[in-house]
């Protein structure tokens, strides 16, 4: 299969570092391929970004067979540009689409289109510290037929878009609400899919947080609501009595690849992760004995999220002293100085693009 690139005439004006949000602004080209039973995969190109144009009754509108990934390239100081871990976000894409029924794409092929996407807009590479560019690899099934089974034909795409802090909090600690009212997926289920349907559930919790001044959800399991899985854009941790504890992959939880990132610094560290169940009155029991040191969140958008205080039918607790804690600030700058090439990378984590 041979990659094509077609590029725009046209040039859009970048956005200054400063300005940056999350997600508002899309660079000039994307990635297109698409898939159908008589040819397989077929057809990658790169192009400008344009709309996809589809029919009313293509099945992605109706029944949600979509998943996607999220990564990110940072410049160095050097003006290099590098991707942190995109292999596994690949791996992750593929293991998605084998349980919504969709083909299976090549691995190696995909991260090679994706570099050449991200070198033909590597203007678009913001460089100012804790600024990204922001890539969305998505599939959609794009069959124009409304009965329910899986399409046969697909589009795989992907997006860039230069980014900023995911929350508006940026690293200072944000406030949770722990809900027992709603779940947002079950054992046997789609959790552990990074599937649009997974987000559109979360969003009515969602909005009922920020009604009451919190700024995310932290699910529990949606079996006995009694363990905490995770936060739906982030994975959980926290600090009881210097042991470091996430919760275990339960196939409801998605397995972050910044979740194992902070796993493997943790045990490079000498100081091993437990990944294990934790209910929430566990956390409660620890928060009221004054040994809940830390709760931070991990992932690819958040980095790493201090939580600074969470609440729990109607009580609220604090974390610490509602302050960024010493472990959520080690991983944080851990991660960073590796993705932006401030320390070495003894793990290969990172992949250089140009
Ligand atoms: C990410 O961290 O990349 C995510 O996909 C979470 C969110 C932006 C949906």
Same mark, same amino acid.
């Given at each position: 299969?041979?990659?094509?690139?077609?590029?725009?005439?046209?040039?859009?004006?970048?956005?200054?570092?400063?300005?940056?949000?999350?997600?508002? !602004?899309?660079?000039? =080209?994307?990635? %297109?391929?698409?898939?159908?039973?008589?040819? $397989?995969?077929?057809?990658?190109?790169? /192009?400008?970004?344009?709309?996809?144009?589809?029919?009313?009754?293509? @099945?992605?509108?109706?029944? $949600?067979?979509?998943?996607?990934?999220?990564?990110?390239?940072?410049?160095?100081?050097?003006?290099?540009?590098?991707?942190?871990?995109?292999? /596994?976000?690949?791996?992750?894409?593929?293991?998605?689409? =084998?349980?919504? &029924?969709?083909?299976?794409?090549?691995?190696?092929?995909?991260?090679?289109?994706?570099?050449?996407?991200?070198?033909?807009?590597?203007? #678009?590479?913001?460089?100012?510290?804790?600024?990204?560019?922001?890539?969305?690899?998505?599939?959609?099934? @794009?069959?124009?037929?409304?009965?329910?089974?899986?399409?046969?034909?697909?589009?795989?795409?992907?997006?860039?878009?230069?980014? $900023?802090?995911?929350?508006?909090?940026?690293? %200072?600690?944000?406030?949770? #609400?722990?809900?027992?009212?709603? !779940?947002?997926?079950?054992?046997?289920?789609?959790?552990?899919?990074?599937?649009?349907?997974?987000?559109?559930?979360?969003?009515?919790?969602?909005?009922?947080?920020?009604?009451?001044?919190?700024?995310?959800?932290? #699910?529990?399991?949606?079996?006995?609501?009694?363990?905490?899985?995770?936060?739906?854009? @982030?994975?959980?941790?926290?600090?009881?009595?210097? /042991?470091?504890?996430?919760?275990?992959?339960?196939?409801?939880?998605?397995?972050?690849?910044?979740?194992?990132?902070?796993?493997?610094?943790?045990?490079?560290?000498?100081?091993?992760?437990?990944?294990?169940?934790?209910?929430?009155? /566990?956390?409660?029991?620890?928060?009221?004995?004054?040994?809940?040191?830390?709760?931070?969140?991990?992932?690819?958008?958040?980095?790493?999220?201090?939580?600074?205080?969470? @609440?729990?039918?109607?009580?609220?607790?604090?974390?610490?002293?509602?302050? !960024?804690?010493?472990?959520?600030?080690?991983?944080?700058?851990?991660?960073?100085?590796?993705?932006?090439?401030?320390?070495?990378?003894?793990?290969? #984590?990172?992949?250089?693009? &140009?």
């Amino acid at each position: 299969m041979e990659l094509t690139i077609h590029k725009a005439d046209t040039q859009k004006p970048l956005p200054d570092d400063s300005e940056l949000t999350f997600g508002t !602004v899309f660079t000039d =080209h994307m990635f %297109n391929m698409d898939y159908d039973l008589k040819n $397989g995969w077929h057809n990658p190109r790169i /192009e400008p970004y344009q709309p996809i144009v589809m029919e009313p009754s293509t @099945m992605v509108l109706h029944y $949600g067979q979509s998943i996607f990934e999220g990564l990110k390239a940072f410049k160095t100081a050097s003006g290099d540009i590098r991707l942190f871990r995109p292999r /596994e976000n690949f791996k992750r894409f593929n293991r998605s689409g =084998h349980k919504l &029924c969709m083909p299976p794409f090549d691995e190696d092929f995909a991260l090679n289109a994706l570099k050449e996407l991200v070198k033909l807009d590597r203007r #678009w590479v913001p460089s100012t510290p804790g600024t990204s560019l922001y890539l969305r690899p998505t599939i959609i099934a @794009m069959d124009p037929f409304v009965g329910v089974r899986a399409s046969h034909t697909y589009r795989f795409f992907i997006i860039m878009s230069p980014v $900023g802090a995911y929350y508006k909090e940026g690293f %200072n600690p944000v406030k949770i #609400w722990v809900t027992d009212k709603y !779940v947002r997926a079950v054992r046997g289920g789609m959790g552990e899919v990074k599937t649009a349907g997974n987000y559109a559930a979360s969003l009515y919790a969602g909005e009922e947080a920020h009604r009451i001044g919190y700024t995310q959800v932290l #699910w529990l399991d949606g079996v006995e609501l009694k363990y905490i899985e995770e936060v739906g854009s @982030m994975n959980i941790f926290f600090v009881i009595d210097d /042991e470091i504890i996430t919760p275990s992959l339960s196939g409801s939880i998605l397995s972050g690849v910044t979740r194992d990132t902070v796993k493997q610094l943790a045990a490079r560290w000498g100081h091993p992760v437990t990944e294990r169940r934790i209910s929430i009155d /566990e956390l409660i029991a620890a928060h009221a004995s004054g040994k809940l040191q830390e709760i931070f969140g991990s992932g690819t958008a958040a980095v790493i999220s201090p939580v600074g205080e969470f @609440m729990f039918k109607d009580k609220v607790m604090k974390v610490g002293d509602g302050q !960024v804690g010493k472990w959520s600030q080690k991983f944080f700058n851990a991660i960073t100085d590796i993705q932006y090439g401030i320390t070495e990378d003894p793990d290969g #984590w990172i992949e250089p693009v &140009c």
